[in-house]
T-cell receptor, first 109, second 117 residues
Framework: GQNIDQPTEMTATEGAIVQINCTYQ??????LFWYQQHAGEAPTFLSY????GLEEKGRFSSFLSRSKGYSYLLLKELQMKDSASYLC??????????FGQGTELSVKP | GAVVSQHPSWVICKSGTSVKIECRSL??????MFWYRQFPKQSLMLMAT?????????EQGVEKDKFLINHASLTLSTLTVTSAHPEDSSFYIC?????????????FGSGTRLTIV
């Protein structure tokens, strides 16, 4: 079956660093995506990992360990506008993008 | 970059009517498109995979006779919610993959907020 787990919600302070974890068990693996979604809007792409290691892109970094079925999204220098839902999604062997339940991040002053 | 246009953005209909949602890839050809449904404070749930020129493949638990999918061209897929009821009210989002873009090639439409009253 398909199982993608991430925390339901997290709270962090403006200017701080936050790490959002994602663990997965899926039928095949062809890559892991992180998306940001604001309420009522479509998801926007943040990162894509297919090999183990850390991918850095500005204030956002994403890490993948395929052997552990584990990824995290790291957000640095948090801003109020980063308050959103963060979705972990796995591109499985069937060519489908399967989403976790999403992590609602609240950034407070 | 790749653009996926989805219409309408929102629609309110009476119970029992049918609603059609369109998803278009504007600057690339999409042989495959995906339809998702999202309830409030929940994640995106894959409903079906739309295949150009052939039948859609539905995820377990999704009624294919209720959610009709047509993918008649390489740039257009439509989802029709037939005989809609209040429990069908949700946020529906389509996506397509522009294979020219490699790993980040999944592009989402802007979503359709469907409310059945």
């Amino acid at each position: 079956g398909q199982n993608i787990d991430q925390p339901t919600e997290m709270t962090a302070t403006e200017g701080a660093i936050v790490q959002i974890n994602c663990t997965y068990q899926t039928s095949g693996f062809n890559g892991l995506f992180w998306y940001q979604q604001h309420a009522g809007e479509a998801p926007t792409f943040l990162s894509y990992n297919v090999l183990d290691g850390l991918e850095e892109k500005g204030r956002f970094s994403s890490f993948l360990s395929r052997s552990k079925g584990y990824s995290y999204l790291l957000l640095k220098e948090l801003q109020m506008k980063d308050s959103a839902s963060y979705l972990c999604a796995v591109y499985n062997q069937g060519g489908k993008l399967i989403f976790g339940q999403g992590t609602e991040l609240s950034v407070k002053p | 970059g790749a653009v996926v246009s989805q219409h309408p953005s929102w629609v309110i209909c009476k119970s029992g009517t049918s609603v059609k949602i369109e998803c278009r890839s504007l600057d690339f050809q999409a042989t495959t498109m995906f339809w998702y449904r999202q309830f409030p404070k929940q994640s995106l749930m894959l409903m079906a995979t739309s295949n150009e020129g052939s039948k859609a493949t539905y995820e377990q638990g999704v009624e294919k006779d209720k959610f009709l999918i047509n993918h008649a061209s390489l740039t257009l897929s439509t989802l029709t919610v037939t005989s809609a009821h209040p429990e069908d009210s949700s946020f529906y989002i389509c996506s397509a993959r522009d294979r020219r873009q490699g790993g980040d090639g999944y592009t989402f439409g802007s979503g359709t907020r469907l409310t059945i009253v």
